[in-house]
């Protein structure tokens, strides 16, 4: 392998390495504009969709076709009861 040849592929890996980072910086600014990073979803046995906010520590509860929430919670401490806010 001649050292142009050698040259070009480390050029090109370095450019893709870059362009990943970049679409990558970009979708998460994305969240972070919408106020979603953080944000957990997850999903009841009662067909239940739950969001965790971990970095205030509320848990948003929505019935099963995901039009009302129907319970706001707060986790003050791992291993304590949630307590209802709203």
């Known amino acids: 392998m001649n050292?142009?040849?050698a040259f070009?592929?480390?050029i090109i890996i370095s450019l893709s390495f870059i362009l990943g980072a970049t679409i990558q910086s970009r979708a998460q600014n994305k969240v972070q504009t919408k106020n979603?990073?953080?944000?957990v979803p997850f999903v009841t046995s009662s067909d239940?969709?739950?969001?965790?906010n971990q970095n205030?520590?509320?848990i948003y509860m929505y019935?099963?076709?995901?039009?009302k929430c129907v319970f706001v919670g707060q986790i003050s401490e791992l291993g304590q009861p949630i307590?209802?806010?709203k």
């Open 56 to 58: 205030t520590g509320r």
């Open 83 to 85: 307590e209802a806010v």
């Open 36 to 39: 979603l990073a953080g944000v």
């Open 48 to 52: 239940r969709l739950g969001f965790l």
């Open 63 to 67: 019935d099963s076709s995901y039009s």
């Open 8 to 10: 070009l592929i480390v």
């Open 3 to 5: 050292k142009i040849t």
